[in-house]
């Protein structure tokens, strides 16, 4: 279904990054998943991680504030090798390393690329944050924000850069909805108010097809990646 800290409000744009590093050579995109603490980051990752691969070249970077769980997770369900996963312990509230300081996902982003190139795809998954929390331009090419429906069907109309200016908007855990009370139309209505044109994604990662909108949406940014960089 299409459906504290000072905050800098990101411009709405896509692709303006040079997809060459300074030698030349085509970069991976880059792409960040961010929002509120048990969302579903990780699970969508996962779930992005078993759709592309056959296809692309993939990284993932997983953020959390003092451990390494969410890459742990990813490991253990054994959706990419290894050594293509690393993890980040943020010290500190989640925005501050995606957004204020991203020195040190930068260098995990820019080890795998110099350690597996080519990569075609870097997942840049932030520890849950709140509506507040967005991605550095100088870390992600386009940024993902994931909310649910359990959290209450009034989060679109709360707003924040995360839902307003995020490049795709998923909505997730759809099938809660009515145990928890959540008018997804009202849900749609709302995220479509605060975000106008920019794209929604209603997902259920309990079927099998649950991530795939998501997927195409990435698999279409990717395409026009590879095209820029050949051009």
Excluded at 50 to 61: C, E, P, Q
Excluded at 172 to 201: C, F, S, W, Y
């Amino acid at each position: 279904m299409h459906l504290d800290h000072p905050v800098t409000m990101p411009q709405r744009h896509t692709h303006s990054a040079e997809p060459h590093r300074a030698d030349g050579i085509r970069r991976a995109l880059r792409v960040g998943l961010g929002g509120p603490v048990g969302t579903g980051k990780t699970a969508s990752v996962a779930a992005l991680c078993r759709t592309l691969r056959d296809r692309w070249s993939i990284a993932v970077v997983t953020n959390d504030i003092y451990t390494r769980e969410d890459a742990e997770y990813l490991l253990r369900e054994a959706v990419l090798p290894p050594e293509r996963i690393t993890a980040v312990e943020t010290g500190a509230c989640p925005h501050t390393a995606i957004r204020d300081d991203i020195s040190a996902n930068l260098e995990a982003v820019e080890h795998l690329e110099e350690t597996l190139h080519p990569l075609d795809l870097v997942l840049v998954e932030s520890g849950g944050d709140n509506l507040t929390a967005t991605f550095s331009k100088g870390l992600v090419d386009v940024q993902i924000f994931v909310i649910d429906v359990s959290s209450g069907d009034d989060i679109p109309r709360k707003g924040g850069p995360g839902i307003t200016t995020a490049d795709l908007l998923v909505v997730n855990k759809t099938d809660l909805a009515p145990h928890v009370g959540a008018d997804l139309a009202t849900m749609a209505a709302d995220a479509e108010r605060q975000r106008g044109d920019l794209p929604v994604i209603f997902t259920s990662l309990t079927t099998d097809d649950g991530i795939h909108e998501v997927a195409d949406w990435v698999t279409t940014h990717l395409t026009t990646w590879h095209a820029k960089a050949t051009a």
